[in-house]
């Protein structure tokens, strides 16, 4: 195999050099599986799952959006919110209705049952929250968003 000059073969799994622990993706799917371990405990205590999560913030944060706009932003298969959304109007933490310019488009908006429930979960998480920002700057934090969205914005291209 050819060497590349770049200094990026450690992080390239068809390299010889490759280095499991240099991976960013071994990193970032530990860190995901970490929170997500982490974080269902307390979304337990509000009585929802991760996807639920996912979608009431993103309906918290956005307001009023179709069903694709969320899989989208939560880079989820459609199907996967919809059921999860049907699931939380049944709770009365959304209402989904039709959409006035097209009749095919479901609609989310969160109720203020759904802001209730993001409230106790932030309360339930609030020391996850401060455990997982220890050691860490503003800057820092600021930097590694910046990272991971142009890394996002890479696979996106691909």
Known sequence: ??????????FKPASDDFEFQ??????????????????????????INITAWRILMILREMGTLSVSD???????????ITR?????????????????????VSMVKLTDSGEQAISKVIGNSQRLFESIYADFSSEQV?????????????????
């Not at 960013?24 to 974080?39: G, I, K, T």
């Not at 969320?70 to 996967?80: E, F, G, L, Q, R």
């Open 1 to 10: 195999m050819k060497k590349n000059t770049d200094g990026l073969d450690k």
């Open 22 to 47: 240099q991976y960013p993706f071994y990193w970032l799917m530990r860190v995901a599986s970490a929170y997500s371990l982490r974080m269902e405990k307390s979304l337990k205590k509000g009585g």
């Open 70 to 80: 969320i899989a989208t932003h939560a880079v989820a298969k459609t199907p996967t």
């Open 84 to 104: 999860a959304t049907y699931k939380l109007q049944t709770d009365g933490h959304v209402k989904i209705s039709t959409s006035e310019k097209d009749g095919r």
């Open 142 to 158: 600021e930097a590694l968003n910046a990272t991971l969205q142009k890394l996002f914005l890479n696979l996106s291209e691909f």
